[in-house]
């Protein structure tokens, strides 16, 4: 049994979800920041988690060819 292969465009649509979640992500983080006292060890981990975060979506966009590649040598892999 094989495994289907996802379209190039259903591959688009993966890193837009991916890009879509870590918005949400970022926009709950900033909601938080807010909330938080400056310099406490909470911000400071929120601020990580943001750095993170940011660095993810920037990665999603700029590498979004090479991470559809990525999936379709992985399902490729998978099917055997």
Do not use: F, W, Y
């Amino acid at each position: 049994m094989s495994i289907p292969k996802p379209a190039r465009g259903e591959q688009c649509l993966l890193a837009h979800d991916l890009n879509n979640q870590l918005a949400v992500i970022l926009g709950r983080l900033d909601i938080l920041a807010d909330r938080i006292a400056p310099g406490s060890d909470v911000a400071s981990q929120l601020a990580i988690i943001r750095a993170a975060a940011r660095h993810m979506a920037e990665h999603i966009q700029t590498h979004q060819c090479q991470l559809s590649t990525l999936l379709r040598e992985k399902n490729q892999e998978i099917a055997g």
